[in-house]
T-cell receptor
Framework: GENVGLHLPTLSVQEGDNSIINCAYS??????FIWYKQESGKGPQFIIDIRSNMDKRQGQRVTVLLNKTVKHLSLQIAATQPGDSAVYFCAEIPGSSNTGKLIFGQGTTLQVKP | DAEITQSPRHKITETGRQVTLACHQTWNHNNMFWYRQDLGHGLRLIHYSYGVQDTNKGEVSDGYSVSRSNTEDLPLTLESAASSQTSVYFC????????????FGPGTRLTVL
């Protein structure tokens, strides 16, 4: 079945280092992937997205990589800051249905040490 | 500024009671979604709507219902609350396309005793 999951539940990094958060998905037909950031007590916030016809997309301090061969998605955060401490979720829209129906992974907690 | 709000932010109720959670957005978005978030899980889709009078079941719709009488609101009703429905509930909206960004509300923490 469709499954979007994360390899590690918690990632601890030193302030200023780069962070890499990983995600695996099982639906090879999925067309669209998104990374969300969720701070304590708040709703998820969009970070960056990528379509299946791309393998890399960059934003401000963030990069998403998509490896369709092994069905793997990663979020890279450059020069991690204390404000980056949050739970990060990957999500996909399964298949090519364009329905907006998101399937979320379980989340990785990013802890930034000063 | 346009926004999406949820009320109440916290709710405690008893098993068997009917509960309605409100979601209101001022972006004039066509699409609205309800998710629940449980410890150790990501968000799971309960119901969604693509416009007025349109509602659809999501992954975990049993025990929940929604109605869409206008563009701005999508209330979520628990017909007979169960302890298994203790969770944090998030509402989201997006413009119209399936790939349009979903904006999430602040969430409602519901406890069913």
């Amino acid at each position: 079945g469709e499954n979007v999951g994360l390899h590690l539940p918690t990632l601890s990094v030193q302030e200023g280092d780069n962070s890499i958060i990983n995600c695996a998905y099982s639906n090879s037909a999925s067309d669209y992937f998104i990374w969300y950031k969720q701070e304590s007590g708040k709703g998820p916030q969009f970070i960056i997205d990528i379509r299946s016809n791309m393998d890399k997309r960059q934003g401000q301090r963030v990069t998403v990589l998509l490896n369709k061969t092994v069905k793997h998605l990663s979020l890279q955060i450059a020069a991690t800051q204390p404000g980056d401490s949050a739970v990060y979720f990957c999500a996909e829209i399964p298949g090519s249905s364009n329905t907006g129906k998101l399937i979320f992974g379980q989340g990785t907690t990013l802890q930034v040490k000063p | 500024d346009a926004e999406i709000t949820q009320s109440p932010r916290h709710k405690i109720t008893e098993t068997g009671r009917q509960v309605t959670l409100a979601c209101h957005q001022t972006w004039n978005h066509n699409n609205m979604f309800w998710y629940r978030q449980d410890l150790g899980h990501g968000l799971r889709l309960i119901h969604y709507s693509y416009g007025v009078q349109d509602t659809n079941k999501g992954e975990v719709s049993d025990g929940y219902s929604v109605s869409r009488s206008n563009t701005e609101d999508l209330p979520l009703t628990l017909e007979s609350a169960a302890s298994s429905q203790t969770s944090v509930y998030f509402c989201a909206s997006s413009a119209s396309g399936g790939y349009d960004e979903q904006f999430f509300g602040p969430g409602t923490r519901l406890t069913v005793l």
